[in-house]
């Protein structure tokens, strides 16, 4: 896990921890984005962009507990609760090609009661393999725009 400051186009690596890969990190990654948080100036905006290996509630009431604001990208396993249809995984959520949907505040997990933002996207391109993406997102300042158009830059290299 790599925490950097992007600003401008560049990162700034501020923290690190190293783990292999089937071992108990998550506590050691919520202590590193505590320590972080202590050394970011308050009044900053925090957004923290993860991959789907990352997240999880203990991980996201962590960040719920400092205050940040979080993109990442889902699983198309991941249950949602359709506001229409019920429970169900995101891959059974309809796209349209090159179209995004935009959920706002739906219920995730099964077993949790936490409410996200999601935007999904199907990118068909000829010649190339189509690609979906499912992301959660609690942006509130950008809540109206947040419906995704086109797969930002800075996503496409979680992927």
């Known amino acids: 896990m790599q925490i950097g400051l992007a600003t401008d186009g560049i990162s700034l ?3 690190f921890h190293l783990y292999a890969p089937d071992a108990a990190w998550a506590d050691d990654a919520r202590a590193v984005l505590s320590a972080i948080d ?3 100036p308050h009044r900053c905006r925090i957004v ?3 991959d789907r290996v990352h997240t999880g509630e203990p991980f996201l ?13 889902a699983s198309e396993s991941t249950q949602i609760e359709h506001p229409t249809q019920g ?3 995101l891959k059974r959520v309809y796209k349209r090609a090159n ?3 935009y959920l706002s505040n739906v219920r995730i997990w099964k077993q949790g009661v936490r409410r996200i933002n999601v935007s999904i996207y199907k990118l068909v391109r000829k ?3 189509t690609t979906i993406w499912y992301i959660f997102a609690r942006l509130t300042a950008y809540r109206r725009r947040c419906a995704v158009r086109r797969v930002p830059s800075s996503l496409r290299s979680l992927g």
């Open 13 to 15: 690596p501020l923290g």
């Open 38 to 40: 202590e050394i970011l």
């Open 48 to 50: 923290l962009l993860a």
């Open 61 to 73: 009431a962590c960040l719920d507990e400092l205050q940040w604001y979080y993109v990442f990208r």
């Open 87 to 89: 429970w169900r995984p």
């Open 99 to 101: 179209q995004g949907r």
């Open 127 to 129: 010649g190339f393999r």
